[in-house]
């Protein structure tokens, strides 16, 4: 399933994923300032519509449905597929030939490739 989540909404799923459940004002104190109740509600209430996120009880807990893996996976596979059209190889070429690696991640990048079978 298409996922589409927006900077926001990946804000509060982060909360849910680290909290396990909250409520509205949980996931508002969490939050940096700037969100407000209705805010909030809207977000969670857009979260369980695409069937992110589920709500039980009263006053309501709100939980993520789909991991944050799963989340990831996807935002990978949508940004790979966007911009570098399914090229893997095109995007860490990109990182390499453009300096944003550092030694740390050289190193480990190599390792991963002389691992692979070919």
């Not at 900077?7 to 969490?30: C, F, P």
């Not at 990978?76 to 990182?95: C, D, P, T």
Request: charged residues 30%.
């Amino acid at each position: 399933m298409d996922y589409k989540i927006s900077d926001s909404e990946w804000k509060v799923m982060e909360i849910l994923w680290e909290k396990g459940a909250a409520t509205q004002s949980e996931v508002m104190d969490a939050l940096t300032e700037g969100w407000n109740k209705n805010t909030v509600y809207t977000f969670l209430s857009r979260l369980e519509h695409k069937g992110l996120a589920a709500a039980e009880g009263s006053p309501k807990r709100y939980a993520a449905v789909i991991g944050r893996e799963e989340c990831v996976r996807q935002e990978e596979e949508s940004f790979l597929n966007k911009v570098y059209h399914g090229s893997a190889g095109k995007l860490v070429a990109a990182f390499v030939e453009e300096g944003r690696l550092t030694e740390k991640e050289k190193a480990m990048l190599k390792q991963l490739l002389e691992g692979m079978d070919v």
